[in-house]
């Protein structure tokens, strides 16, 4: 089949698993020992206030009827209404959105360049010292709780060497944004925002209370780049192609990236989108040791204060995230590896 | 040629006993065991060997740095952190030891008859476990462990969810190729019910790749379990542990005080890479390098 | 002339095991439109050798002795960059699969052009592109194919991409290993047949590494008998049929079955291959061998030279004949 049917038939299959997905979660917050709101509110609340809160929020009609109101809902965006403030989930999530967002993006960069490069190195030097070090640096990571790991570099650099700060998102003002083509745009990443308005103090700011945090959560999903890619790598060279493409006289560094790394890589791609859900995890414990404000620091609220509601919202909002981005690496990896189309 | 078809199955557990002599996987595995089984006596040995109650307070004063009263200092409570450390695996282990009890009893069995069953059975279990999969594990992890609340029970439950679809799409696909060959034919032709085959001649050829994904996962239930404490979703405060010592010994880490944090961190870094040794060593031992 | 000169070659691997001697003081000389022939089962080595021409054996196995003169000069003791120039141009190999000797991912076209282009760099695309549908041509193909992936042809399609990919920059040597093994016996027939053409017209020197004596009887010139890494038997392919002396080869000879005579059942050596990793004193064939001595398995044979051309290494002819 071709790339386009491919892509639909890709697409169609997300459905049900997204459903399955918020399904679940609906069904996770409902089975409780208990009823969401009494758990929340506790004890103490008069049952007429309880009463109240409870149709406000639309939990005392039948089960069935909350499903279908849940999932009418989410088509329209609609996340329910948090017990904590009684203000709508999807826009504080939302809001709360890019800061997670530009956490994981440069912690991806940190751990696939990190994992990819040991890794690559690690394969060509197979069997050698070298290849043993990485190796033990790619477990000794591994095991390292992304929190704790977290916690070290701010003893260091923070306390420490008092070189980066320990925590927030920046220390000047929130960046403005800027035009485009006339068009005011403000993304929430305050990188981008500042770059936008020809902040350069701004955007040095911003990058620097992102270097402990990506660091932190990039080396810690970075082992398993490693290791998928070292075991690719070796794989991969040792295939009969790569021989047969030495055979015929190719320089080592066009038959390492053109046959090699590109044949190598394709499966790190996959791991790229299965990771993104780990990253997601890992963002949370992040978020709280680094002061960041995004969806993680917005759960660990929303679960200390028992709401129930606020914690479904965000859990499915980063189930659909993490399903789509899945759908987009599928797309990307049938587009690079023509076998999986035809 | 194929000696498949002529041999019948040997149990796994012949295999576990030559692994020393596998070179560097065999070693890992080795130091990986020594490891835990290490932190596993110090735990059991807990009440004898701690110089402290690891629970009583104000044995020494808050958050005092490393001394020889107290060899890794004391956090805000004024708790002897060197006794904590040693008592502090037992909640860790028992929820790490729990959750892959579970997998394996819930996720294997699932595996087993998915794999082997047509698409009626196998295509709804499959869909439920790749749905789970997706899912960001400490997300719904946390989901779950909010709502059911404390206890070593519901924190295993919570971990286990997460880790399940994992056995189960291993088992799976193993069962898939595996059922297929010829000694399965060879037995079926014999007369052996589907019961016999599941259990007898596939599940013993899954065993060791069962053994490399629970050396895996202990390795992730233990962090995540640490990670779950330090949200604030662990289990009872008043028994020590490390998780636990981590998120509260956060302020005062932040004030200076970094032995409250970096001892309880180290020694999940510590059982997390036991596990993880053991992991990789089996892999590395089961994984044909050499292809001459 | 003499094109290649292998001397005392010894290539090892490492293993989980420990050292394991893949080649052991392989010897022999190649003229320049010669055609040697390879011969052994699976495991001797023949195909570790076949890459330590190359030089190009995986990460693990390394060459700890010998030398390997091509036009006189070292192959083991050129840099990087004069090996890879090497490869290709002068000494040229194809595989045994086709189905993995073929990168997934690139149309068979841009092997082509990336193959002439790595040694040619000044050529343009385009130019490249035609030549290699001329070769294609020459190989009974059409310059279609070359717009396609290496999945969607046929076995024995694609190893003649192959053989037109090694051929490609016209080398003065082609090394094939076990070129026709993963066909079936017409493909293979018009393979070898193939190979004899080009032998002729394109003055091409060839080692064919087989397991299979039916296959070199045809195109090879003299043939190599290995076994457990080392070359036991070396002689000229016809005086090797009329009077086999090592006694792997005179089994290996009553296992080709002759369709002309009435046979009910087929011949086969008793025994394994030997394990490579342990220490083998004496003759590596001593376990199998119907005729062994008392010596056979204590002292190593050496190479003797019973007739012009023809070698053998065998206790059996240690004090001239049986």
């Known amino acids: 089949m071709s790339l386009k049917s491919y892509i639909i038939t890709r697409a169609l299959l997300t459905i049900p698993t997204v459903l399955l997905l918020v399904t679940i979660v609906f069904l996770i917050v409902r089975v409780l020992p208990g009823d969401p709101a009494l758990l929340h509110f506790g004890k103490q609340i008069n049952p007429a206030a309880l009463a109240e809160v409870r149709h406000a929020l639309g939990l005392d009609v039948p089960i069935y009827v909350q499903y279908y109101n849940y999932i009418v809902g989410l088509f329209q965006g609609n996340l329910g209404i948090a017990f904590s403030n009684e203000l709508p989930v999807a826009p504080q999530i939302l809001s709360a959105f890019p800061a997670t967002l530009e956490l994981t993006i440069g912690s991806m960069l940190v751990a696939i360049l990190v994992g990819v490069v040991l890794g690559v190195r690690s394969s060509r030097k197979y069997g050698s010292v070298e290849d043993t070090v990485i190796r033990t640096f790619g477990v000794v990571v591994y095991s390292i709780p992304v929190f704790f790991l977290g916690l070290i570099l701010i003893a260091v650099f923070a306390i420490g060497f008092h070189v980066l700060p320990s925590g927030g998102r920046i220390e000047g003002l929130v ?87 590109r044949n190598g890589l394709l499966p790190v791609l996959t791991i790229m989108g299965l990771e993104f859900a780990g990253l997601m995890g890992g963002a949370i414990l992040t978020e709280t040791t680094f002061a960041w404000n995004g969806i993680g620091t917005y759960i660990v609220g929303a679960i200390t204060a028992r709401d129930y509601i606020a914690i479904q919202g965000a859990v499915v909002f980063f189930g659909i995230l993490v399903a789509l981005v899945s759908l987009v690496v599928d797309i990307l990896y049938a587009y690079l590896d023509p076998r999986i189309r035809y | ?208 790749s069962i053994a490399v994904i629970a050396s895996i996962n202990v390795a992730d239930s233990v962090i995540t379990e640490a990670g779950l404490t330090y949200l604030g979703l662990g289990v009872n405060v008043a028994s020590p542990d490390w998780g636990f010592d981590i998120y509260y010994g956060y302020q005062s880490f932040l004030a200076g005080a970094w032995w409250t944090v970096l001892f309880p961190g180290l020694m999940v870094v510590l059982l997390a890479g036991g596990f993880t040794f053991i992991g990789e060593g089996l892999s590395e031992v089961l994984n044909p390098r050499l292809r001459r | ?165 090694g051929l490609a920059l016209d080398p003065k040597l082609l090394i094939a290993d076990e070129p026709t093994t993963a066909l079936d016996v017409v493909i293979e027939a018009q393979i070898l047949d193939l190979l004899r053409q080009l032998k002729g017209s394109l003055k091409l020197s060839m080692i064919l590494i087989t397991h299979n004596l039916g296959v070199v009887a045809e195109v090879a010139d003299k043939i190599a008998i290995m076994y457990g890494g080392e070359i036991y038997e070396f002689a000229e392919t016809r005086a090797l049929f009329r009077k086999p002396l090592f006694p792997y080869t005179q089994l290996l000879l009553k296992l080709v079955p002759n369709v002309s005579q009435e046979t009910t059942s087929l011949e086969w050596i008793p025994g394994s291959p030997p394990d490579l990793s342990s220490k083998i004193a004496g003759c590596k064939f001593a376990a199998r061998c119907p005729f062994v001595l008392d010596q056979c398995d204590k002292v190593p044979p050496t190479v003797r030279e019973l007739e012009p051309g023809h070698r053998v290494a065998c206790h059996l002819y240690d004090r001239g004949g049986r």
């Open chain 2, 1 to 208: 040629m194929k000696k498949e078809s002529d041999s019948r199955v040997k149990p796994a557990i012949n295999f576990f006993l030559t692994l020393p002599r596998f070179g560097t996987g065999g070693k890992m595995v080795v130091i990986g065991i020594a490891i835990v089984v290490v932190l596993l006596a110090m735990t059991i040995l807990s009440p004898v060997i701690a110089p402290h109650d690891p629970t009583a307070l104000s044995v020494g004063p808050a958050d005092s740095s490393p001394s020889l009263a107290f060899p890794m200092g004391t956090n805000r409570l004024g708790q002897d952190i060197f006794s904590r450390m040693i008592a502090g695996g037992a909640t860790m282990m028992e929820v790490a030891g729990l959750s892959v009890l579970m997998c394996f009893l819930i996720g294997v069995p699932l595996g087993l008859v998915a794999g082997y069953s047509r698409r009626m059975v196998d295509g709804p279990l499959s869909l439920l476990m790749d749905s789970l999969y997706a899912f960001p594990g400490l997300v719904l992890a946390i989901a779950i462990a909010a709502v059911l609340g404390r206890g070593v029970v519901n924190l295993s439950i919570a971990i286990a969810v997460v880790y399940i679809p994992t056995y189960f799409r291993v088992v799976r696909s193993q069962v898939l190729t595996m059922k297929e060959l010829p000694f399965v034919e060879a037995v079926k032709v014999e007369g052996g019910g589907i019961l016999n085959v599941l259990f007898r001649q596939i599940f013993p050829n899954v065993l060791p």
């Open chain 3, 1 to 165: 002339m003499t094109l290649l000169q292998v001397q005392e070659l010894d290539v090892s691997y490492k293993t989980l095991k420990g050292e394991l001697k893949a080649v052991q003081s392989v010897s022999f000389d190649l003229d320049e439109q010669e055609t040697l022939g390879i011969v052994g089962e699976s495991g001797c080595g023949k195909s570790t050798l076949g890459l330590a021409l190359l030089n190009l054996m995986p990460p693990q196995g390394r060459v700890t002795h010998g030398k390997i003169l091509l036009e006189g000069e070292d192959v083991l003791t050129l840099d990087k960059e004069q090996l890879r120039r090497a490869r290709g141009k002068l000494v040229s190999m194809i595989f045994q699969d086709p189905m993995t000797s073929l990168n997934p991912v690139k149309k068979i076209g841009d092997h082509f052009v990336e193959a002439i282009r790595a040694h040619y760099p000044d050529v343009p695309p385009e130019e490249a592109m035609k030549k290699a549908g001329r070769i294609l041509e020459q190989l009974g193909m059409s310059s279609d194919r070359l717009a396609d992936y290496p999945h969607q042809l046929s076995g024995g399609m694609k190893q003649r991409i192959m053989i037109g990919l």
């Open chain 1, 175 to 261: 960046p403005t944004g800027g035009t485009i083509l006339g068009v005011h745009v403000q993304t929430g990443l305050y990188t981008v925002d500042s770059l936008l308005a020809g902040n350069l103090g701004g955007f040095v700011d911003a990058v620097r209370h992102l270097i402990l945090p990506c660091t932190a959560l990039g080396l810690y999903i970075s082992a398993v780049f490693l290791r998928i890619t070292r075991s690719n790598m070796l794989d991969t060279l040792g295939q009969e192609y790569v021989t047969a493409a030495k055979a015929r006289g190719l320089k080592e560094r066009t038959v390492l990236y053109s046959y090699g790394l």
